[in-house]
């Protein structure tokens, strides 16, 4: 499957190495993932100016926001769990907002508009202060909230986005309230990382073993090709504050990939259906209709093609990630400096789509139809008005409704856990409607009642009888 993507190492490389000597940066690393595997990673420059250490692969970058959709995730598995509901208001599980002190209520602020930056929040907990040689940045959720008299909405929800730091900081305190775990990055360990084998990814304070292996943070450069050290960040968790390797970054874009096609596949961190539910956007940004933002992630469309990404920046670091959920393909970036890393792994990732379309598609042994199924299976029409055929197909792993008016789409249809009941999956003006099939006393199928009617099964005629 990616021996064609794996075919352009060298023009990775390349750009790769390019990036970092036209941004007049330290190093960088990147990488390639093509459905569930690794394509390609690389690196170049250095991970530390002063040693003269080496960047690569396996150096240890901070991903800055990135982390925010591994917040995400973790407020989506909460929710599958049953433990919130995104539509929860904030105050509920934060209940310390009531003293918030804002022109707007704060009980409007829920966690779907933070996930998705439509809340009107404020951008930057109280205290923060980005300007400085040494940045103030107020990164402890119970300092926050002990504050909370000086945090406020500043616009109404659903306006606009809204970036906000200090909402991820709040969903991450909802995540250690709503799971009971001691903190936030002991859950993002046990119920993310470590399932995913995301064993290079932590939080302050790492481990020595990958303490060794961090890469030096350096600002932009200024009058001279020498870079200063940035100062360290702290106190930074939700938000953004995991260090992680371009190698687990593929996994985690691997993670998202397999929601979809014939890679679907059990989720052991997050079921497919809510991973697309992440991805899918929820509102237009810009009126050219190229920037939309979903849950936790945000989509660019360029050439016709969506790519779902998200990017981060904190003194001394850069990241980029995204991929095509069509072509099974994506990049990640991570940079020690100021450079636009988002605009390199999406310039890889456009490189591994076109690499990918060249290739020989993998072709892959359907799933057998369940036998209960069968006797469901066939046309079905309406019984009056006379051309309206639907069909009743076993496509990709589940029952499909295919209608004329969705062509060329499958209408997924999701047991209920009754006998003979399905549900419209999502994505349809059908969607959450029942569908249930209608049986004579010797149990053939006769029709389906859907959508307030009718349809008719069409029975196949022996012509012998």
Known sequence: MTEPVSGGAGDFQAKLATFVKDNRIAGAAASVVHGDDLAWAGAAGFADIGSRRRAGPGSVYRIASITKTITGTAIMQLRDAGKLDIDDPAVQWLPELAASDSGQPVGRVTIRRLLSHESGLMGNPPGSEWAFKEPRYAGVAAETLARASDIFVAIGPNLQPKYSNLGYQLLGEIVRRASGCDDYPSYVRQEILVPLGMTDSAFDPLPEPLAARCTTGYEGRSFSDELDVAAPMTNIWAEGGLWSTVEDLGRWLSFQLSAYGDRQRPGMVLSAESL????????????????????????????????????????????????????????????????????????????????????????????????????????????????????????????????????GQAMSLRPSGEPDMFTVGPGFRDSGERVSFVRRPDGQVTAISFGGGTLLRLAPVDPAE
């Open 276 to 407: 697309r539910e992440m991805h899918k956007p929820r509102y237009l940004s810009d009126e050219s209709w190229t920037l939309a933002w979903g849950i936790s992630w945000y989509a660019v469309r360029k050439d016709d093609v969506t790519w779902v990404q998200h990017s981060g920046n904190v003194h001394g670091f850069s990241s980029g990630a995204c991929f095509d959920r069509e072509s099974g393909v994506g990049a990640s970036v991570l940079v020690n400096g100021v450079a636009d890393a988002p605009g390199l792994a999406t310039e890889l990732a456009v490189t591994a789509r076109r690499l990918a379309q060249a290739g020989t598609p993998a072709v892959a042994i359907p799933a057998p139809t369940p036998a209960e199924y069968l006797p469901l299976l066939g046309m079905y029409a309406l019984p009056v008005g006379g051309g309206d055929v639907r069909r009743i197909e076993w496509r990709d792993g589940e029952l499909a409704f295919m209608s004329p008016n969705y062509p």
